[in-house]
């Protein structure tokens, strides 16, 4: 399977420059970039071999800039991420109308990505971004703050929305925050008494509602990337620039991400439930994901930093049944680092004739 992350469905809705936007004038070059990446796939695997394609939706709400600069769109004030991100005090949160309509664009750059060939989309809802902030949104008022029935309307609602319009043969996935590890009441998955503590009873009432309305995978993940602890969300050895050493060794947190999926795929053993933070697991991401998938822990296994380092990765798993050593993922955030700068991301260390100028030349920009 293919997950092709990251597409704003709104030109605001960018976190940076170069992030994908599918709309009415771009779907040709969507079509033509799927239909390249299948015959890449066929050359690759055989004429038989067909991944299966997900096109991810996003809106980055307080973390868009679109051209470059913070535009934030919130849900509500967060006392803890606000500075961090651009915002300033008396910046208004986004309103329940302008939400009713962002729903809208969902709903049209999934009809897009069906009509350019792709076999699903994902609704992303992780990481802070819009519809993860909505999840959390304890102290908003109005339609979408305050319960959980309020908490959760943008992304449920999305999902019907989606569902009417590109009937049933057309996969919805949902790429989930479990667990924010983030301060209540601005958290979500979290014990109200400790926020170091995850508290799925939400998360999971949340996927067995999304089951219920059709969606067919659900991507599971945690923390946040751009707060204090990264490590929730992507175990590594190196931070990136700017960034401390991770607060717990990379085997916690990578055991962390596996409990979560675990206990959400046991609550609905029926639903493809995908696992992540394997890529720091290096050359044992097969062993790992094979016990997950094989003691019922996870349908699926998700490789993102891997899959930079090491882009045959599922192929040699398939047909050598082990992982070169010498191309995998060492942790490095220099991919993420790359990221964050503005630029396009890749190995610096796997693939150094490419990234690693583009590393240096934008690392001493910034």
Known sequence: MLWFEATAVVPGGRANLR??????NNVHSFKEFLATALREARDSMGAGHHPLCILQLTHSGRYSKPYGRPQPVIAYHDPYLDARAGVSPDQEPVTDADLEQLQDKYVEAALLAQEAGFDGVDIKSCYRYL????????????????????????????????????????????????YDAHPYPYGWGVDPEDYTRPDLADPIRLVRLLKEKGVALVSISAGNPYYTNPEVTRPFDIPPKGAGLPAEHPLESVARLFKITREIQEAEPELAIVGSGYSWLRQFFGHAAAANIARGAATLAGAGRLAFAYPDFARDLLTRGYLDERRVCIACSRCTQIMRDGGKAGCVVRDAGVYLPVYKEISSAS
């Open 19 to 24: 992030q994908l936007y599918i709309n009415r």
């Open 131 to 178: 519809l993860s902030e909505l999840l959390a949104a304890h102290t908003r008022a109005g339609r979408y703050g305050d319960d959980f029935n309020n908490r959760s309307r943008f992304l449920l609602e999305t999902v019907e929305k989606v569902r009417a319009k590109t009937g049933n043969d057309f996969i919805l996935a949902v790429r989930l925050n479990a």
